[in-house]
């Protein structure tokens, strides 16, 4: 992993604390528990991005004796802990949009409040589209929950904003924690999606789909050559996918010729598929004991 993925969850880090910023002035400005909430979650983007720092960091060490395939399951603890944090605030959203539901209070300096909640929402929406978009092109599950968290707390906050202008125009009260419980159900299933995510990767899960065809692409081509491939396995351990198979030639095959055309067959899966580690096997095509696992 890259230095400058590192650099992102500081991005991170430095959003998360402007925004909350801005958004505890909108709070103290309205008394909205609208807008309570939505400081609450960019509380919980902070943790997040703090949490996203030091997976990333482990995650970039290099493999060594005790992890010979090296530390990117880090990663997943990650996104988990987002996960959690997500549930955790909108269960604090909820029971604060309880309280306001049974005991309303009017809201003050809306227009004012509002500009700050907007403001911070701008903000997170574009580093939100910034770390999705180097998560998924460095194949980062950890900057790719942060990018989604972030991008969950922008829609949390045009519900709010939203809400809030509404109580301004219609003068009914109940509307600002009504949209907050809505909003809060909304990203507990963002939250439910990370975990369900990550704890696919502590299951060793196969590598992408897309990525399985275009190796099957591969072994298709050099199997009209003779060839022939079994014990095809592969994984994700977060950004790094681990592949191995048995590769069967003809008898007539040198070692060599076997050699330089299975090494040649791993250059072209790596040129295909990012990030991937490949364990090969080589055994004669002709031999019975071959096609045994």
């Known amino acids: 992993m890259s230095t400058s993925l590192i650099t992102y969850t500081y991005l991170s880090i430095f959003t998360a604390l402007t925004t909350i910023f801005l958004k505890i002035i909108a709070y103290f400005l309205t008394n909205s528990v609208g807008l309570l909430s939505d400081a609450v979650e960019s509380l919980v983007n902070l943790a997040a991005a703090l949490i996203a720092f030091l997976a990333l960091k482990i995650a970039q060490k290099p493999a ?6 090296g530390h990117t399951k880090a990663e997943y603890f990650s996104s988990i802990a987002e996960g959690i944090f997500i549930f955790f605030a909108s269960l604090a959203i909820i029971f604060s949009a309880f309280n306001r539901l049974f005991h309303p209070k009017p809201l003050e300096k809306i227009s004012l409040g509002l500009l700050f909640s907007t403001t911070a929402t701008f903000i997170n929406f574009f580093v939100g589209q910034v770390l999705i978009k180097v998560g998924k092109k460095n194949q980062s599950i950890t900057l790719e929950a942060d990018g989604h968290h972030l991008m969950t707390d922008v829609w949390t906050s045009i519900g709010v904003i939203l809400a809030v202008f509404l109580v ?17 159900f909304n990203i ?10 990550s704890l696919s990767g502590f299951m060793d899960e196969a590598i992408d789909k897309k990525d399985l065809e275009k190796i ?16 095809i396995k592969s994984r994700c351990s977060g950004q790094k996918k681990f592949l191995s198979f048995h590769a069967l030639f003809p008898n007539d095959f040198t070692i ?14 790596k040129k295909a598929v990012f990030n991937i580690q490949i364990e090969s096997h080589l055994e004669p095509k002709d031999d019975r004991k071959s096609f045994e696992s």
């Open 168 to 184: 301004d125009k219609t003068k009914i009260l109940i509307l600002d924690p009504l949209v907050a419980i809505f909003v809060a």
């Open 64 to 69: 060594d004796k005790d992890h010979p395939y």
């Open 188 to 197: 507990l299933l963002t939250g439910a999606s990370l975990i369900r995510r």
């Open 216 to 231: 099957e692409d591969i072994f298709e081509k050099y199997q009209k050559k003779g060839l022939v491939f079994h014990e």
């Open 256 to 269: 060599k010729k076997a050699h330089d055309l299975i090494y040649k067959i791993e250059k072209e899966i």
